[in-house]
DNA sequence: ATCGGTGTATTAAGCGATTAATACATATTT
DNA sequence: AAATATGTATTAATCGCTTAATACACCGAT
């Protein structure tokens, strides 16, 4: 567990891509258990309200499972952690390909960019 | 002059952005002029002091020159010109790429994505 | 039953950034 | 020279959002 925070976006959103991030990797599998809320604002040196905001966006998309005096989950259903990964993707190649094409690169152009970039790259994970 | 905004970023932002798409796509070439402050203001119903922000920060980046009582123009320097379109296309990929990778996305599947996504493309020029 | 841990809700504080108001100096034009 | 339009600077207001403080209800273990 350790993130390296920007000042630039939000806590908890930060919290959130990280969560996600690791759950689209397979990191976080089905069912496996994370943190508490005060316990995660522990480790990452930030209010628990903070933890709790970035659960609590989770929740809503269906990402994590909260049962009663249980720790919170990572859902099971495979369904949602597949369309997780489908809609980081699409997002990225949304916005990927609106950008390119504002500017008018074409599609072979871009596509070498990309391969390029891809292997040369300064592997961040 | 049309500019669509989101209430998601700064208006001056998006102005920016617009200015720097056209210049890219040539729409606005070298040595052209541009509106006004003010009379940018009217046509967007922006504030004045909002264009002039917008139009700062493009000054600051070298993309337009400003004479003492003429009409602020897009830079000559052609190095610049081609400077803006690189880097907005560095930008593109760079994020593009960093996002793929961190959810362990092929390269081959990543290629795909963007031709199919690209072909089929809504054009939003 | 008491204590410590959990998730949750409500409310307030704080902060940063954007936008707006206003004024000033200059230049061109009538 | 008066009027109008320009770019610019300074300051203030506004606004939204994030973060924090606090309290509550629940449960399990001691």
């Given at each position: 567990m350790n993130i390296q925070f920007?000042?630039?976006?939000p806590v908890y959103v930060q919290v959130v891509r990280y969560f996600k991030n690791q759950i689209a990797k397979g990191f976080l599998e089905p069912g496996q258990a994370i943190p508490s809320r005060r316990e995660l604002a522990n480790q990452l040196k930030i209010n628990p309200n903070t933890a709790q905001r970035a659960y609590k966006e989770m929740e809503e998309e269906g990402l994590i499972k909260t049962e009663k005096n249980q720790p919170s989950r990572v859902t099971s259903d495979e369904n949602v952690l597949q369309d997780l990964r489908d809609e980081l993707i699409v997002q990225a190649v949304s916005e990927f390909v609106s950008s390119v094409k504002s500017i008018n690169v074409s599609l072979d152009e871009a596509l070498n960019l990309v391969k390029q970039k891809y292997e040369k790259g300064d592997s961040d994970d």
């Open positions: 920007n000042n630039r976006d």
